[in-house]
């Protein structure tokens, strides 16, 4: 039993020592990683037909990209069995597109009871985009939406502003009836939107918006907001005159309210909320060509389609050592000793227009941390290779010893998180690798020294001392 239990002690030693763990070499980065197998399900109040009709360039747009459409109807008493997105853990839809709409025949009536198997779908990597209605045609409001409103706030903690307010653009002459407001305040980020995007007049939205400015959730991304001179107002007022709108201005105005929200879960899932039901309809298009590339890129974004990041070819090695050997998988060689110079290098890539392409970026930061970081910087790419993915770092190992980590924990707004984590060694110097010299150690030499000639000396005079007292006594 005693020797099982030094086998044990050895092999567990030897484990730390080689750099085993269960935090490896494979970086965590979440995204559809089958991009050429995208079946979408659109769930809708209104009848199929409908659909087609008042979503047909918007729908030719999501075929064109790839996606496999099925559109199924619900109604306010639809029961939870009635929605089927998945068997035996086995997805049959990629993602999920919601039109909850106010035409002639409907209102909206998302209902309660797929919310749980939405969140469910949500929480295991799907992506969703919700399109509600919150002001008719004549813009009276629509009663409060329970089933959208507890899915938004229990997806995302995103709220929606009062069902009795409307938007309002005060520095429009007129009431411009019906209540559409255009806004070029698109979040800025690469990864959402391209250049064209959010130009000429803006985007054209017909909704009540959302709260945006909750604090403290990096989830939350608003895609869109409100002008600076949009307010939210009670939807009885009549006249922009300040003496007759003041009472009414609700605690929102300008980028406090949010047009179009979106949540990044820390699943990689991504879900888009949009207050206006025909954003992405044939009549907003025609009304507005900067809507249709609008939608194509929160879809496109949505759906991750772009806005993806990779981290490939992970390397690492010792600058000191001769061989310049590379360091790949966990075996002895992971061992490094302290004040050794490791230079560490990945190659980062973005998918864009359906490839993958070479990666911009200054604030990749890198981490050798014990229990806190020892060394934190930034990695650089190549200057020999400007057209190059590769980043690298080189920097001193401290003059500390123990199981150490890189880590790379990348985050950009637009882009999914990268998380890499890798262990190694650093071990003391060996007994034949310490200075046999060191200058600052003369004292004690002096000592040592000292010590020595005094022991000599004292010996010699130990040992002579009694034939010089034999001679004095003969002398007396």
């Known amino acids: 039993m005693f020797k099982l239990f030094i086998l044990f002690i050895y092999s567990f030693l030897y484990s730390i020592e080689a750099g085993a763990g269960t935090l490896g070499e494979i970086p965590k980065q979440i995204f559809n990683a089958d991009l050429t197998d995208l079946k979408l399900l659109i769930l809708s109040n209104s009848n199929e037909e409908n659909i087609q009709k008042l979503y047909s360039t918007f729908i030719s747009d999501l075929v064109s990209s790839g996606h496999e459409i099925t559109i199924k109807t619900y109604n306010r008493y639809s029961q939870e069995q009635d929605l089927q997105l998945f068997l035996y853990d086995e997805f049959f839809y990629n993602n999920i597109i919601i039109l909850d709409i106010v035409t002639s025949d409907v209102q909206p009536s998302f209902p309660t009871s797929y919310v749980s198997k939405i969140l469910d779908f949500i929480d295991r990597g799907g992506n969703l985009m919700i399109f509600v209605d919150t002001l008719d045609d004549q813009n009276f409001n629509i009663g409060e939406n329970k089933g959208i409103i507890r899915l938004a706030r229990e997806c995302a903690g995103i709220t929606f502003l009062p069902q009795n307010t409307r938007l309002l653009d005060v520095s429009i002459d007129g009431m411009g009836e019906p209540a559409n407001i255009f806004s070029k305040n698109c979040i800025e980020s690469e990864a959402i939107f391209s250049l064209e995007t959010c130009t000429n007049k803006g985007i054209l939205y017909h909704g009540i918006g959302f709260l945006n400015n909750i ?57 888009t909320f949009s207050s206006d039901g025909k954003l992405c309809s044939n009549e907003a298009i025609k009304s507005n060509s900067g809507n249709f590339r609008f939608c194509r890129d929160i879809f496109l974004w949505s759906f991750q389609q772009k806005g993806l990041i990779k981290i490939t070819e992970i390397l690492h090695k010792n600058t000191n050592d001769n061989s310049k050997t590379i360091i790949e998988n966990y075996d002895d060689t992971l061992n490094y000793t302290v004040e050794d110079t490791i230079h560490f290098s990945a190659k980062f890539y973005k998918f864009i227009d359906n490839k993958w392409e070479d990666y911009e970026s200054e604030d990749i930061q890198l981490e050798f941390t014990m229990l806190d970081p020892y060394i934190r910087t ?37 882009f999914n998180t990268i998380s890499y984590e890798s262990i190694t060694t650093v071990r003391n110097f060996r007994h034949d690798q310490n200075e046999r010299f060191i200058i600052s150690a003369m004292p004690y030499y002096s000592a040592f020294i000292l010590a020595i000639i005094s022991f000599c000396y004292f010996t010699l005079l130990f040992f002579t001392q009694n034939d010089i007292y034999l001679r004095k006594c003969k002398n007396k």
């Not at 990096?218 to 949009?230: D, G, R």
């Not at 003059?399 to 924990?409: D, P, S």
């Open 215 to 271: 604090p403290n959730n990096e989830l939350i991304i608003p895609i869109l907001t409100a002008c600076h001179t949009c307010v939210s107002v009670n939807n009885s007022i009549k006249s922009k005159s300040p003496s007759f709108f003041g009472n009414y201005i609700s605690s929102s105005t300008g980028e406090e309210i949010g047009l179009i929200m979106s949540m990044q879960g820390r699943n990689g899932a991504r879900a």
């Open 378 to 414: 930034y990695l650089k790419k190549s200057t020999e290779d400007s057209q190059s993915s590769t980043f690298s770092s080189t920097f001193k190992i401290p003059e500390v010893w123990g199981v150490y980590k890189f880590v790379i924990n990348h985050k950009k707004i637009g």
